[in-house]
């Protein structure tokens, strides 16, 4: 960690004194891979830069939940409350709702659209696959309640067809609604947290919503990483 750590404080004062100084918002990252005490060290060190705000590094890579959320919960206790936190790499519906339970503010990750080119897509109960023979006479959008060009224009039935006829509108039309969903999801949070009911929120959107389960998470994500050969 040592590296990192020189690294981020070359990277502060570099850019510190420039015209992008305020412009662009520079974080610092914390580091620590699983390792309780590597954490608090990369969190103390990394703070102690008077960064823009502080990122999570580091998870979303292979781990379980629970060690992520382990891990992300101690971090952000040693965070700055000023300050804003990004969890990277993460995720799926359920891990930003307890990202953001934990202390988290912004995530970025590739799952909206790697999912939605494979056909699945996210709803208020779960993820589903559109190919699913269920949805072919579904003559009403997938989610009547998701406002995105895909749910205003298409029927359920109609998006199954576009995939099983390999029409490239389908993949495109899946990532839509899907970064739509997440984006939607953190609309509803803040409002929760605004209007003070989070926990409600939480507690509702995670009694309704079933996860994918670790072991076809796994199975999806090494394909895809197989398939670009990384
Ligand atoms: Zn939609």
Redesign the pocket.
């Known amino acids: 960690m040592d590296r990192t750590h020189r690294w981020a404080r070359v990277c502060y004062d570099t850019h510190a004194p420039t015209a992008y100084s305020g412009v662009q918002a520079l974080f610092g990252i914390v580091q620590g891979g699983t390792i309780p005490e590597f954490r608090d060290e990369s969190t103390e060190l990394v703070t102690s830069i008077p960064f823009d705000g502080y990122a999570i590094g580091g998870l979303a890579v292979g781990e379980t939940k629970e060690e992520m959320h382990r891990i992300t919960r101690q971090v952000c206790e040693g965070l700055p409350s000023d300050k804003p936190r990004y969890l990277m790499g993460v995720g799926s519906p359920e891990d930003l709702v307890n990202g953001v339970a934990l202390g988290v503010d912004m995530f970025d990750c590739v799952l909206p659209t790697r999912v939605a080119r494979n056909g699945a ?1 996210f709803t208020p109960t779960g993820r589903i696959n559109i190919a699913n023979r269920r949805y072919g006479d579904q003559d009403v ?3 009547e309640t ?7 224009h298409y029927s359920a039935a109609y998006l199954r067809h576009l995939f099983k006829a390999g029409e490239m509108l389908g993949p495109r ?1 899946a990532s ?3 970064l ?2 997440v984006l939607r999801l953190m609309e509803q949070m803040r409002d929760a947290i605004a209007g003070g009911r989070f926990v409600e929120f939480r507690d509702r959107f995670l009694g309704a919503y079933q996860p994918t389960d670790e072991q076809s998470r796994q199975t999806q994500k090494h394909r895809w990483i197989r398939e670009r050969g990384v």
């Open positions: 897509l959008p997938l989610d998701c406002d995105c060009y895909a749910c205003q039309m839509v609604h899907n739509r969903f």
